[in-house]
Structure formats: C-alpha cells, structure tokens
C-alpha cells in the first residue's frame, strides 16, 4: 500500500495498499458503523438493494493478482471492466516481469495495456476472456458521505472461515470522508483523490470502490501511515471513477501492450508465460494452484529466492540451501500447470498436478531420462496454508516424467495458451 500524507503542512508518511514484501501489520479496523436500518421506501419506489445481494453480483469480477519481477514478487486487486480488460493500481503492476490473474476462480495471465504513475491507474489485458462480472463507473466525482464497500484481496488474512468460503476475498463497508485529497506517495504527490474509512490492507490496491448500485466510485490506491509505520485507523486513499474511465477509455483502444521486464538471469525465453489450468472443483483449487504458478513463474524469471520462498517443512531438507538448489535447476523452467485433483481440508491439502517443464537436455535431464529437452510431470504437492498464502511442505513425482521433445519443437511458434498435456 501506498504512504502518503493528505495536507501540504501534515508530514507524517502514508503506505500503498500493496507492497512488494509481504506487510505484517493487521488490517486496519474500521471504525463500527450506524446499526440504523434506512427508512423503508414508499411504496412506488423501487426496493433498496441489499448489500449482499450487490456484493455477490460482483464478486465474480474482482481479480486477484500476482507480480512476478526480477527481484521480488507482489500482489493486489482489481476488477474487470470488459471480458478481457481488467483495471487495477499503477503501483501493482510496475516493473512486473509476469502478471498471474485469478478471475471468478479462473487463472489466466495478462499483460499491461496502460499504466500512469502520476495517478496511479493501470489497465490489464487479459490472455483470454473471463464471464465475470463487468464494472461501470458513476458519472461525476463521488459526493462526501456516500456509503461504499471496498472488494479485494488483502494479503494478510488470518481467518480460517474467510479463507475456506471466498479463497481471500473480502467486503469491508464504510463511506467517502472527504474529496480533493492530495496523497503524497515516496513516487510522488497524486491530487484529486478521495479519502475512505472503509478498512483496507495490503492487497487491496487496485480493488474497487462500490456503491449500491453496483457502480464503481473509485480504486483503493494507500492508506495513511503514523510516523512509526503503522497504519491510521480509517483513512485511505483511491482515485477517483472519473479519472479511471478517461485513461482506460484511452487505453483500451490500443493493440500494443507495455512490454514486461526481461530479467538477465532468466532461464526462460522472454515472454514465456506458464500456462495453468484448475481442473479440480475443490474450494482451494484456484488459490493452490496460483501459489504454484507464481513459484513457477519466479524461476523462469531467474527470481530464484522468491520461488524459494514457497518452500517449508520436508521439502527443504532435500534440496538443501537456495544456491545449490537454484544451481541444480539453472536451466530449467515452466511451461505449464494442470490441476487435476485437490483432496484434504483445513489447513493441509494434497494437490495432484501435471506439470510441464523444459530444460537442458544434457545437464538436466530427469533422473531416470535421457535427453529430455520437455518433460510432462505428474506430481503430488503437499500444501499448507500459513494465514497469508499456500506453501509446498513436500512434493512428490509419481512416476518417471514423459518426453514431450517433440510436442515442443513443433509448437516453438504457437499461443503459449494453447492447452498442454493433452
């Protein structure tokens, strides 16, 4: 989350909602609202939409995402405004090598369209369509007092319930408690924003603003910070509806994409993506297999201690210390995840997975092979939930991996979305 203060004499520091370290502060507590229920509307006007109701219209279009960049790995929100567009912070995306998404619990990757720091907007497009739900803007600026709910993902929750029912993904109410805020970030001043006192946390930058209409007021930019780091309780920051619909109503018009950061150390050819896929209806399935994808993704990159970083329990006895296990995979990496089984609950599951890797034939080929340039894995991950995200305690191959050298060869020149495994 972005640091920032609101006035010119006030100097004390503010955070973005999404950083590139996970934060371990707990989420601001929202102040509690009135308990008093609206008046009942005459009986010639339309029903009150119930919040619940607009919340879970919604939540099939708020996307999770996951940064890879050359040195460290982030996370955020955002939401689709098209079947393919997805707006979400500047902030979020910056110096991104990869973009993993996980909309209405399907993954995909997605590439920057658009992005201006100055007002901490960017717009996402993704490899392929999604059918969640698609946000509109109010027209005008949001006026003071209108009653709001932030949706997102905040990196740092802890409740159990929360995670088994929506996989992260939260609803916080509060309202708009001021206009023409300046937010001034270590990046820079950003003007014309609005301050909330809905609770947010780190990873909900780039979530959307609501009201109960369903339209978006704004995008969850920062939240204020006292002195000592720690977060004041119901003062954030988001930009404005106005100013988001003016850049991506620009943006989406354009055919070219911003182009990711290529990484010096990168195993993998610029621009490879790793194609995933959930074939398992389990709750968890989505949030097991970004986890996973996200490692993946950290070593094509050559962001080796990041793709460490999953790793706890059993597994860590046997690869030994991050160099000699990010030398032993030097030139290895992904091509592709399948999800085809999640079993267990609470917070220890097993995931079976096909997994596709290339690598140097002659030094690193699979044990038990002989000149594998592609190699088709079946895999059992043993996962644990540590309160934030899903981690590899172990892992197991069933089986010696099949030789896709060929399929490779022939497929050098197609959509890295094409299916695998197949």
């Keep these: ?27 601001v507590e929202n102040p509690t609202p009135s308990s008093e229920a609206p008046s009942a509307p005459a009986s010639s006007a339309e029903p009150v939409a119930e919040w619940t109701d607009v919340i879970k219209d919604a939540r099939s279009g708020v996307a999770h995402l996951l940064v890879t960049r050359c040195e460290n790995e982030g996370a955020g929100s955002g939401f689709l405004i098209d079947d393919d567009l997805v707006v979400t912070a500047a902030h979020v995306v910056k110096d991104a090598a990869e973009i993993t998404l996980r909309v209405d619990d399907e993954l995909v990757s997605g590439q920057v369209l658009g992005t201006n720091d100055r007002s901490d907007i960017a717009l996402v497009r993704l490899a392929r369509t999604s059918e969640g739900h698609q946000f509109s803007f109010i027209d005008g600026d949001p006026e003071i007092g209108t009653e709001i709910q932030a949706l997102g993902f905040p990196q740092n929750l802890t409740v159990k319930d929360e995670r088994e029912s929506n996989s ?14 300046t937010a001034r970030y270590e990046s820079g001043p950003i003007e014309n924003m609005i301050r ?50 003016v850049a991506v109503t620009e943006w989406k018009e354009r055919s070219t994409m911003v182009a990711l950061k290529s990484c010096e150390n990168a195993p993998a050819p610029d621009g490879t993506a790793v194609y995933s896929e959930v074939l398992s209806s389990h709750d968890q399935a989505p949030g097991i297999a970004q986890s996973l994808v996200a490692h993946g993704q950290a070593i094509n990159n050559g962001n080796y201690e990041s793709a460490y970083s999953i790793f706890t329990g059993n597994i860590l006895g046997r690869i030994g210390s991050l160099p000699e296990w990010s030398d032993g995979i030097s030139t290895s990496y992904w091509l592709g995840l399948l999800v085809d089984d999640v079993k ?41 939930w540590d309160g934030t995200r899903w981690l590899m305690e172990d892992v197991e191959s069933i089986g010696l991996p099949e030789d896709c050298t060929t399929e490779m060869e022939d497929r050098d020149n197609t959509d890295p979305n094409d299916d695998i495994g197949d």
């Design 1 to 27: 989350m972005i640091d920032a203060s609101p006035e010119p004499t006030d100097t004390s520091p503010a955070v973005p909602s999404q950083v590139s370290s996970p934060v371990t502060t707990s989420p």
């Design 168 to 181: 992260g993904f939260t609803a916080t109410i509060g309202s708009v408690s001021a206009g023409d805020q």
């Design 196 to 245: 909330i006192d809905a609770s947010v946390d780190s990873g909900n930058s780039g979530g959307p603003l609501i009201t109960k209409d369903g339209k978006v007021v704004g995008l969850v930019s920062g939240v204020r910070m006292t002195a000592d780091g720690s977060p004041v309780n119901g003062w954030g920051y988001a930009v404005i509806a106005p100013r988001i619909s």
């Design 344 to 384: 267990g609950a609470d917070d220890t599951v097993t995931a079976r997975a096909r997994l596709v890797t290339a690598q140097d034939p002659v030094l690193h080929s699979p044990a038990g092979t002989m000149d594998q340039a592609c190699s088709i894995w079946t895999m059992d991950y043993t996962m644990e």
